[in-house]
């Protein structure tokens, strides 16, 4: 088998409390994904799937702690520290920030603010920076001279086109997005998801998209994997997860979310996730799963693989019942 071009290996993220005490926001994540691939990273907030990608960019704060391995091309880019991250991050493996469209400063056209990184990692200089941003708007479907205008002259969907861009400035391998549609309207949503799928498909990117509306990700990504308190809990193929989710947590999940069809119920789950400063016994989604019996409650699920790359934490599985 190939190596993968992304693989996390039991990542696993603590913060410090200021109160005292440690959270345990993710708790063994592992992932591999192919060039050209999409995988979505879905749940309610608070589940880990923001946390996950900021620990993949070596960017979470002093108070988090990290363990375990992100290869990139096989070679693991966590191990060196910030020091070994740094030629990593932007040339390698890039990120769309959650309300990354808001982030352009007002004082600086768009054009210099996407050459700005180039210049940072020396992947381009001068006016060959800016030429790049130039191709690099044209190629998210921006005219190429919107290049001189400042942010406040671009709509909404225009900046976050924009913001896909800069992430791409220093031609990285992996982009993570980290819910790259909120604050959009229902079309211009459509139309950004539909320019990562292209950028996928036309770069040989590895997309990550982080999203809490599992139907989304169906735009990008030909798999997913659905987590919740911090683990993953249902991954396999969209399709399958949609048609038959395994796991009691993905099918509230797709019933409840509206999705960018506006299907689903738009109902919330009935309940809340455990608190991760807290360890509990048996299976996270126990106190809110209408399926669980007393071996749910006292005996933590395992990951059975379901079908070919489906894989499922969940003591239903086998079971009958
Ligand atoms: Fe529900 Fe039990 Fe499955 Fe957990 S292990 S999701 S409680 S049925």
């Known amino acids: 088998?190939?190596?993968?071009?992304?693989e996390t290996r039991d990542l696993h993220v603590w913060f410090d409390l200021e109160r005292g005490g440690r959270a345990h926001a993710l708790r063994g994540l592992d992932l591999?994904?192919?060039?050209?691939?999409?995988l979505g990273l879905v749940g309610e907030s608070g589940c880990g799937k923001t946390t996950a990608i900021l620990a993949m960019m070596g960017l979470l704060p002093p108070s988090a702690t990290v363990s375990g391995e992100v290869r990139i091309a096989g070679q693991d880019i966590l191990a060196g520290g910030e020091a070994g991250m740094r030629p990593h991050r932007w040339t390698d493996i890039a990120m769309v920030f959650q309300g990354a469209m808001n982030a352009f400063s007002p004082v600086a056209t768009i054009g210099e603010q996407i050459a700005e990184p180039m210049r940072l990692h020396r992947v381009a200089e001068g006016k060959a920076a800016i030429r790049r941003a130039r191709e690099l708007l044209e190629l998210?479907?921006?005219?190429p001279d919107r290049a001189d205008?400042?942010?406040?002259?671009f709509?909404?969907?225009?900046?976050?086109?924009?913001?896909?861009?800069m992430a791409l400035a220093c031609r990285p391998k992996v982009l993570l997005a980290d819910e790259p549609t909120t604050a959009l309207d229902v079309i211009v949503q459509a139309q950004v998801l539909d320019l990562l799928d292209r950028l996928r498909r036309e770069l040989d990117l590895a997309?990550?998209?982080?999203?809490?509306?599992?139907?989304?990700?169906?735009?990008?990504?030909g798999?997913?994997?659905?987590?919740?308190?911090?683990r993953v809990v249902e991954s396999g193929p969209v399709d399958a997860l949609t048609s038959t989710p395994s796991h009691p947590y993905t099918g509230a999940l797709f019933a409840a979310a509206p999705d960018i069809d506006q299907t689903g119920t738009g109902a919330s789950i009935a309940g809340a996730p455990p608190r991760l400063d807290e360890e509990w016994c048996g299976c996270s989604f126990a106190p809110r799963c209408g399926r669980a019996d007393a071996r749910c409650r006292t005996e933590t699920p395992l990951p059975v693989t379901v079908a070919t790359g489906r894989?499922?934490?969940?003591?239903?599985?086998?079971e009958g019942r």
Do not use: F, K, W
């Open 1 to 6: 088998m190939n190596t993968p071009l992304l």
């Open 207 to 221: 997309v990550v998209l982080v999203t809490h509306d599992l139907p989304v990700v169906s735009y990008v990504c």
């Open 223 to 230: 798999r997913a994997a659905v987590m919740y308190a911090g």
């Open 32 to 38: 591999t994904l192919a060039a050209g691939e999409g």
């Open 155 to 165: 709509s909404g969907g225009m900046r976050q086109r924009a913001a896909i861009a």
């Open 149 to 153: 205008r400042y942010p406040h002259q």
């Open 140 to 143: 998210v479907g921006i005219h």
């Open 311 to 318: 894989i499922t934490e969940c003591h239903l599985i086998g």
